[in-house]
């Protein structure tokens, strides 16, 4: 372009070298708003396809966010499941702690257990049994004596 102006320059006169410049503004001007109509036209679609992309892009990091929310999740309950069942072994056993503690210092006291007052309920029984069976003998033992003398 500078080199055409150069070259019309040397060969035309002031008046032809003016409109030869203004020429060269216009076509300049109208190369200018031919850009920005372009830009206009092409930012457009560019901008299109960038939403497009952004779209794509978020649904992507959507998706992996939620996995990896749903990961730790699932870690945090295992953390907590298991921090759960030290704490119940821990309340188990202080109770099971408790509980011999408690057992022992009945004993010292000479307080029957369970298990003393279970055998000592069975024992009455077994004799309660056993006394009745003689209870029965003998009223039956009796009886056979008192025939046996009338004869």
């Known amino acids: 372009m ?24 216009q076509q300049i001007w109208l190369a200018g708003l ?56 821990a309340w188990d056993k202080l109770e099971q702690v408790f509980e011999d503690r408690v057992a022992r210092a009945l004993n010292r006291l000479g307080v029957p257990t369970k298990n003393d007052i279970s055998s000592l309920t069975k024992q009455v029984a077994e004799l309660s049994a056993a006394v009745a069976g003689l209870t029965a003998k003998q009223r039956k033992a009796p009886a056979k004596k008192t025939a046996a003398k009338r004869k």
């Not at 019309?8 to 032809?16: D, L, R, V, Y």
């Not at 036209?41 to 992507?60: H, I, T, Y």
Request: aromatic share 2%; no cysteine.
């Open 34 to 89: 031919g850009a920005f109509s372009k830009a206009q036209e092409e930012g457009a679609k560019v901008f299109d396809a960038l939403v497009k992309e952004g779209k794509g892009l978020e649904a992507k990091t959507r998706k992996m966010t939620e996995s990896r929310v749903n990961e730790v999740t699932g870690q945090m309950n295992k953390a907590a499941q298991t921090a759960t069942n030290k704490a119940n072994a």
């Open 2 to 25: 500078v080199k055409r102006l150069k070259d019309i320059a040397e060969t035309s006169s002031e008046s032809n070298l003016a409109d030869t410049v203004k020429d060269s503004a």
